[in-house]
């Protein structure tokens, strides 16, 4: 079952938000499916892809640090799930962060590949300490022309096909 089949139940512009809001899917799966699937208009389907990419960062940013003392403070488990997870976004980022600073989380977030994307940088943010305000900020930038290169590049397949 694909994710615009689960999301079925809604109508496509709030499917389309709530697919942008899935780290498995991100905009980066919510504009095709808008732009293909629900024929959106492109600037619909940009718009609400990229507010809904956005929306967990404000969750993560600013919860993350709080939950992951709480848990690790109750659970044995939540140790070593937090211990994994900052390990492997540390291991993503830092080369990216040592060499460009703060705007490495633009580019990390901008470039449409796996394991990039809003949810691996906000977590990233989080773990190199950069401020949450300076955070979203380039969060939301590298989101923005995300949704750029992912309607281009889905413009330009619908374009061939």
């Not at 380039?138 to 290169?149: E, F, H, Y």
């Amino acid at each position: 079952m694909d994710l615009a089949t689960i999301f079925n139940i809604f109508p496509p512009e709030i499917a389309t938000l709530l697919i942008a809001m899935l780290p498995v899917a991100e905009l980066r799966g919510s504009i095709p499916i808008a732009l293909t699937i629900y024929d959106l208009s492109i600037p619909v389907a940009y718009i609400l892809s990229v507010v809904g990419n956005i929306i967990p960062a404000f969750f993560i940013l600013w919860l993350l640090g709080p939950l992951s003392g709480y848990l690790i403070e109750r659970f044995s488990w939540a140790n070593k799930f937090f211990d994994w997870l900052f390990d492997r976004t540390k291991h993503k980022f830092s080369g990216k962060y040592e060499k460009w600073g703060m705007f490495a989380l633009t580019l990390f977030v901008a470039i449409p590949l796996p394991v990039t994307g809003v949810w691996t940088g906000s977590v990233a943010a989080f773990i190199f300490g950069i401020p949450k305000k300076t955070s979203l900020a380039l969060i939301t930038l590298g989101a923005l022309i995300a949704g750029v290169i992912v309607t281009s590049l889905t413009l330009g397949i619908i374009t061939i096909f």
